[in-house]
């Protein structure tokens, strides 16, 4: 298929081409901005949504927290109130005498407090022996009990299970169906009653509290819409406390759902019960009283990405229209765009055969204009080119000539040299012997891979035998002296790049103004992380011209035949160091100064 294509492609010109091209790229990026902004507007809702599902969740649980907050205060003041033990006490021990008293006494209290709270149903106090003094909201006496089975409170689990711990428990929700005073989902809370002053006997009864399931929903369920979000309380058990239908109320989610997970088991929950009719759910937890209890927000994600759906569907129409607007600036790019292409191929045709005369001419400024402008420049620069490129060949072929000429073998020398050498010993000639080791030594140096890079030590080692030979050869009519600062000699330096200042100054510096002549080389480590290098001379000094000529040395531009040994050195520089080498002269009446700085590198 890509075969295909491209073949199809390849068989197409330039217009056709172009209207693909421009079609697909204007299109393309409809498209795709079109599922990108689906995509983020999915993705920001879905963030949104979810940090404020985690916003109410924590909203709710504050105030489910602060629900049963209320009854713990409640139950607080009970035990903290030694009313209710100093009359539970005649309960206790079935004191007939004041028995009744204690009871109504007790009986009123708890009016009181449920009358300020609405939502509770009932509250009991149960003493040890399971006599219960109790106050009823929903039959308003303290006589009948919708809340309580007073007959069978002391064999009431809950109630024996509170005299063993310190701490409150909570009951599952009950549903209770009375003809009389209707039907209603509610919980119990029981925390013990100790007498303070007499801890250690043990608890001296129990306070059980009826809570109206309703009270607890309202606290939780603030705007919420059973269509997009459902809130509801479970405790560690898995036991649905409270839950906005109230047939649900009691029901066990792990023994029905699955124990896997909290999450897991509240998705199929409402999957199988069909809540919502949603694919997406989003389900959050939080923890209240310890994991006592267990707020679940199940979010129907669906509903939240009903508006993304509406806001995709104009995305498309305009989408549409853009689409043809596209289309017909498409053809007019295209076309004026082939008739520019055209006139460019026709001039390259012409320069492929040779004519380096040809030009192209287009109106306007746009990139077509500009090319045309640069292929004019570029026949010109060709032209030109090709006249240096005939000089430049003519100028290396005479350099071949010159190297060829030049050329010696180097064993050949190396043999000769020590041919000589031991000619020179057999006559006892120790000091030609000496100075025939020196120039060998010298050679090998130079000769054996001339670019390399050496230490400066090393480099010094070969300038002193150099220098060595030089001080033979004109009779020691001059002294060399090298100051090199601790710590330079181990830095590297390519081969050969200080021989060259010593011998045009050995050459063309002396004699100078003074008896003595005298080359001074001074290597030191500068702050800037470079190495400087300087070779002075108290000899005659250069010309203002000449001096001009190296500071501004460009070897490009290099015509001169003369101080080959000097431009080699700027040159190597340039080459080697690039910006990070400099080469500098200074000349007068009192010598010449050569500065050269490298970077410092061990």
Not at 467 to 493: A, N, V
């Amino acid at each position: 298929m890509h075969k295909i294509i491209t073949k199809i492609l390849l068989s197409m010109n330039l217009f056709r081409k172009l209207m693909i091209m421009l079609l697909l790229i204007s299109i393309l990026p409809i498209i795709l901005i079109q599922s990108a902004t689906y995509k983020i507007s999915t993705s920001t809702i879905e963030r949104q949504t979810k940090e404020l599902i985690r916003a109410n969740l924590l909203q709710s649980s504050i105030s489910v927290t602060g629900f049963f907050h209320v009854y713990d205060n409640i139950m607080l003041d009970i035990y903290t109130d030694n009313s209710y033990i100093e009359n539970l006490k005649y309960i206790n021990v079935w004191d007939t005498k004041k028995y009744y008293q204690a009871k109504h006494r007790i009986e009123e209290k708890l009016e009181d407090i449920v009358y300020v709270y609405s939502e509770i149903l009932g509250i009991a106090i149960v003493g040890i022996n399971g006599d219960a003094v109790f106050y009823d909201t929903v039959t308003l006496s303290g006589e009948e009990s919708y809340c309580f089975d007073i007959n069978n409170i002391r064999t009431n689990e809950m109630f024996k299970e509170s005299l063993k711990v310190k701490y409150a428990i909570y009951s599952d929700t009950v549903r209770k169906t009375d003809k009389n005073y209707g039907d209603r989902n509610y919980f119990y809370i029981a925390h013990q009653l100790t007498d303070f002053n007499n801890y250690k006997n043990g608890p001296v009864g129990s306070i059980i509290l009826c809570i109206d399931e309703s009270a607890l929903q309202k606290v939780y369920s603030s705007g919420m819409d059973f269509q997009s979000n459902v809130t509801f309380l479970i405790d560690r058990e898995g036991d649905i406390i409270s839950f906005p239908l109230e047939n649900y109320a009691g029901l066990n989610l792990y023994k029905e759902y699955g124990n896997e997970s909290m999450e897991k088991a509240a998705k199929s929950f409402f999957e199988k019960q069909k809540f919502m009719a949603a694919k997406q759910l989003e389900v959050h937890t939080s923890s209240i009283k310890d994991g006592v209890f267990t707020l679940i927000s199940v979010q129907n994600l669906t509903y939240a990405f009903k508006d993304v759906e509406n806001i995709s569907k104009i995305i498309i129409l305009i989408g549409i229209l853009i689409g043809i607007v596209c289309i017909m600036i498409a053809m007019t790019f295209a076309a004026s765009t082939d008739r520019s292409v055209k006139k460019i191929i026709h001039g390259m045709k012409k320069a492929d055969q040779g004519d380096y005369d040809v030009r192209i001419l287009l109106e306007g400024n746009d990139e077509f204009a500009r090319i045309a402008s640069h292929f004019n420049d570029m026949i010109l620069r060709i032209k030109e080119s090709n006249r240096q490129e005939k000089e430049a060949l003519l100028r290396k072929k005479n350099a071949e000539i010159k190297s060829l000429e030049a050329q010696i073998n180097p064993h050949f020398l190396y043999n000769t040299l020590d041919a000589i050498n031991w000619v020179a010993v057999e006559h006892e000639e120790i000091h030609i012997s000496k100075m025939l080791i020196h120039l060998a030594a010298i050679l090998r140096y130079s000769i054996q891979k001339s670019n390399a890079i050496v230490t400066i030590q090393e480099e010094l080692e070969y300038l002193k035998r150099y220098i060595y030979l030089q001080q033979e050869r004109f009779c020691y009519s001059f002294q060399c002296l090298i100051h090199m600062e601790e710590g330079t000699q181990y830095s590297k330096i390519h081969k050969l790049l200080i021989q060259p200042l010593i011998e045009n100054t050995i050459v063309h510096g002396f004699p100078g103004k003074t008896d003595l002549d005298e080359i001074h080389i001074l290597i030191q480590k500068q702050g800037d992380g470079c190495i400087q290098i300087q070779v002075k001379d108290n000899g005659k000094g250069m010309s203002k011209e000449l001096v001009e000529l190296f500071n501004n040395y460009d070897s490009r531009r290099d015509n001169i035949e003369t101080s080959i040994g000097v431009r080699n050195v700027i040159t190597r520089l340039q080459l080697y160091y690039g910006s990070s080498s400099s080469f500098q002269v200074a000349s007068g009446e009192q010598g010449t100064v050569v500065t050269i700085r490298i970077p410092y590198e061990i």
